[in-house]
């Protein structure tokens, strides 16, 4: 088996002021060192500034929750994915189940998106993830097959060698409601045959996080599944020790899978 190191991701939303930003970076930036798992804050862009003064010298990554698919030009209120990296973000979420619904991004937008930011030499979060109904309607492997299908249609399965794919089921999220660690791990499985199938090495060394109201109380159960390399946080990451617990039940099955 590839040795996947766990990646945490915060995705602070629409949340938090300059101030408030500052105070959460810094806490998540003391708790983190010496974790043996990737942690990864994505703020607003425009408190990309503040935050990577504060995590700049800690082991604590930076992302954004969005970007354009275009690299430059006359799209007003966009902000685009050199200039996130010019901010020093290693990661973009791409596809996020708010941007699909709120704002009507298709696959092949967010496929589009996906090549400008590892153009940009980021990494993106490919978000992937069915709806109630169509979990209801026995969809899910449809659903997740034709979100993967459009990024494998523009980038081939070479689009997945420096990609972050995030399962978060759309009726899990910011409802308190989880995927069981069986189910989860079943949509997981999924994922990781699909892509092993075209290419295997790129497959087994895919980290493919979990998201959907995932806290203190269940990570452990979940990040103990074979394919869960980790979590996309939503409400539990705009609190430090909330997120911090999540992080160090990532650390500990690493602890377990090297004893
Ligand atoms: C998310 O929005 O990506 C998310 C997983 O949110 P929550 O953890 O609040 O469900």
């Known amino acids: 088996m590839a040795n ?37 804050v994505c703020p607003v862009s425009v408190h990309l500034s503040d935050v990577l003064a504060v995590v700049g010298k800690s082991p604590v990554r930076l992302g954004a929750q969005n970007c354009a698919e275009a690299e430059s030009g006359a799209y007003t209120g966009e902000v685009s994915a050199t ?27 967010v496929a589009q998106k996906c090549l400008t930011v590892q153009k940009a030499g980021m990494t993106p979060i490919l978000c992937v993830g069915e709806t109630l109904e169509e979990r209801e309607a026995e969809q899910v492997e449809a659903v997740i097959a034709a979100q993967l299908d459009a990024v494998l249609k523009v980038g081939n399965v070479e689009a997945f060698r420096q990609m972050v794919v995030a399962y978060e089921p759309v009726w ?67 609190d430090a020790t909330s997120f911090l617990a999540i992080c160090e039940a990532a650390a500990s099955t690493v602890e377990k899978s090297a004893s």
């Open 83 to 109: 200039m996130l990296k010019e901010f020093a973000c290693e990661y973009v979420i791409v596809g996020h189940s708010e941007r699909r619904s709120l704002y009507h991004e298709t696959s092949e937008q």
């Open 4 to 40: 996947r190191q766990p990646l945490i991701a915060g995705n602070w939303k629409l949340n938090g002021t300059r101030e408030s930003v500052v105070e959460l970076a810094s806490a998540i930036a003391s708790g983190a060192e010496g974790l043996s798992t990737e942690v990864l």
């Open 172 to 238: 899990a999220i910011g409802t308190g409601k989880t995927a069981s660690p069986e189910e989860a791990q079943a949509v997981h499985a999924l994922i990781r045959e699909k892509i092993s199938s075209l290419d295997p090495e790129i497959g087994s060394s895919l980290r493919i996080l979990y998201g959907g109201s995932m806290k203190a109380e269940n990570a452990a159960s979940l990040l103990g599944q074979a394919d869960i390399d980790g979590g996309l946080i939503g409400g539990a990451a705009l």
